[in-house]
């Protein structure tokens, strides 16, 4: 695995710090881009400490110009990006609320980071890998997509949207693009922040018992970004203990 690179936004913390200790366990160089750049490089220690190889900072996935140059700095580490994981998103309570109590600029930020965020980072990472054996995109989206209702489930609805379209253009350059679409899973974000009785309504929702947990999560992109999954592209896997589960 010498040589690979892997790319995660919103890698300060939550999931992406969770991809970028698991890509880097096995391997890759994992570079976390993050509008906190404390946290960004304060996760890349933490990997480096274990021995991996890691690199953290700051950025905003909405950036274009900013976008450009990180992915050119992540590429200059191994000649090229292998693995681009589109994790950065809104999520918090402020940006789950109906979006009559929320109103257009929030609405408008919660999209742009969410559906353009991916856009943008797809597009500034596409020339860097272009040509490199078994590369792939995983795009984070979430079960709420899959029930609508909600500003943020309609962002996440557009991003199982967006990987398809992605699946398709990027197909002629061999580079694979999923999506995972998380359920429930207590990341530090949704247990401060979450109230309880909207974490026992989703949880309602569920076929299994069991809290859905990061390793849950981090186990379906590494099985995505693996020769094991070579000949599937423009999916959205759910990871959801059975939730709102459709023919
Ligand atoms: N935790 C869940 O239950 C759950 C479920 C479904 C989907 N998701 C999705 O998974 C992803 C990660 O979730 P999490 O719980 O780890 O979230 P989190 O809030 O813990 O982490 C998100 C990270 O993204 C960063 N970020 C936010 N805006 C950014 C921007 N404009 N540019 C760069 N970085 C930015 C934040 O600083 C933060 O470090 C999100 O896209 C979220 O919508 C989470």
């Known amino acids: 695995m010498n040589g690979r690179t892997a790319v995660i936004t919103g890698g300060g ?24 750049g404390t946290e960004a490089e304060a996760a890349a220690a933490e990997i480096r400490a274990l021995g991996h190889s ?9 950036d274009e110009a900013a976008m450009a140059q990180a992915m050119a700095q992540a590429a200059a580490i191994n000649g090229g990006i292998d693995v681009l994981v589109n994790n950065a998103g809104l999520h918090s309570d402020e940006y ?9 600029a929030k609405v ?25 054996h078994g590369a792939s995109v995983v795009n984070i989206s979430s079960s709420a997509g899959h029930m609508g209702g909600s500003a943020y489930g309609d962002s996440k609805l557009a991003v199982a949207g967006l990987t398809i379209t992605f699946a398709r253009e990027l197909a002629p350059d061999n580079i ?23 974490k026992a309504r989703v ?43 459709g023919v």
Not at 18 to 35: E, K, M, N, S
Not at 126 to 132: D, S
């Open 13 to 36: 913390r939550g999931f992406g710090k969770a991809f970028g200790h698991a890509l880097a366990a096995a391997g890759y160089h994992a570079v976390l881009i993050d509008i906190d």
């Open 54 to 62: 890691a690199t953290g900072f700051a950025g905003d996935v909405t």
């Open 96 to 104: 789950g609320q109906p979006i009559l109590k929320m109103g257009l």
């Open 108 to 132: 408008r930020r919660l999209f742009d980071v969410n559906v353009l965020g991916v856009v943008c980072c797809t597009l500034a990472a596409h020339p860097w890998m272009k040509g490199r």
């Open 176 to 198: 694979r693009v999923n999506a995972i679409s998380p359920g429930l899973i207590l990341t530090e974000t949704i247990r401060n922040e979450l109230p309880e009785a909207t």
């Open 203 to 245: 949880k309602a929702m569920q076929m299994l018992g069991t809290d859905g947990e990061e390793k849950h999560i981090v186990d379906a992109l590494v099985f995505l970004v693996s020769e094991k999954a070579a000949f599937i592209t423009g999916e959205t896997l759910r990871v959801t203990g059975g939730m709102a589960a």
